[in-house]
T-cell receptor
């Protein structure tokens, strides 16, 4: 079945560690996005990519990094520079630039221990 | 700065009630407004609205956009416990990037 797969579902990070969240889609979508969700704050955009080998910062990019080496994959690295990384992370994709119906993965819950 | 505001932030009703959720926005280049339902994990798409005054309906759910008032409402009639979820409103105010600006969400709890 077509869709977006995020892994892992749960992730624990120690202080000072970098961790990478995976996002894979087999929908042949051009655009992919990473959002962070905190209670009472809705979804905030971290990074987005409109095409392979290109990505732009969203509203809260500090402490995060991404890559888009393949159309299907858009991994997010949460670096040690992100001071408050505990949150629910959602990856999304849309068919093309300007197509605004986004499809979401099941999310990764990251906790700092 | 572009922003989307939803109200109320949370709501508790009983089965059979009708609820109205609100979404207001301030964006530079409005293209569309979307409603999503988030039950546990992934938000699922409900509606996309681009034109004022035209109601979109799906079963007991309906939504309408008012571009003059820069707002949208989502109505749910004859609510059921399965309607309990976070309802997210998002606006595409981008220049063709597909970036969505999300509101805080409304948490709806429907009691039996």
């Amino acid at each position: 079945d077509g869709g977006i797969t995020q892994s892992p579902k749960y992730l624990f990070r120690k202080e000072g560690q970098n961790v990478t969240l995976s996002c894979e889609q087999n929908l042949n979508h051009d655009a992919m996005y990473w959002y962070r969700q905190d209670p009472g704050q809705g979804l905030r955009l971290i990074y987005y990519s409109q095409i392979v080998n290109d990505f732009q910062k969203g509203d809260i990019a500090e402490g995060y990094s991404v890559s888009r080496e393949k159309k299907e994959s858009f991994p997010l690295t949460v670096t040690s520079a992100q001071k408050n990384p505990t949150a629910f992370y959602l990856c999304a994709s849309s068919a093309k630039v300007g197509s605004t119906e986004a499809f979401f993965g099941q999310g990764t819950r990251l906790t700092v221990v | 700065e572009d922003k989307v505001v939803q109200s109320p932030l949370s709501l508790v009703v009983h089965e059979g009630d009708t609820v109205t959720l609100n979404c207001s926005y301030e964006v530079t280049n409005f293209r569309s407004l979307l409603w999503y339902k988030q039950e546990k994990k992934a938000p699922t798409f409900l509606f996309m609205l681009t034109s004022s005054g035209i109601e979109k309906k799906s079963g007991r759910l309906g939504s309408i956009l008012d571009k003059k008032e820069l707002s949208s409402i989502l109505n749910i009639t004859a609510t059921q416990t399965g309607d309990s979820a976070i309802y997210l409103c998002a606006v595409d105010g981008s220049s063709n990037t597909g970036k969505l600006i999300f509101g805080q969400g409304t948490t709806l709890q429907v009691k039996p």
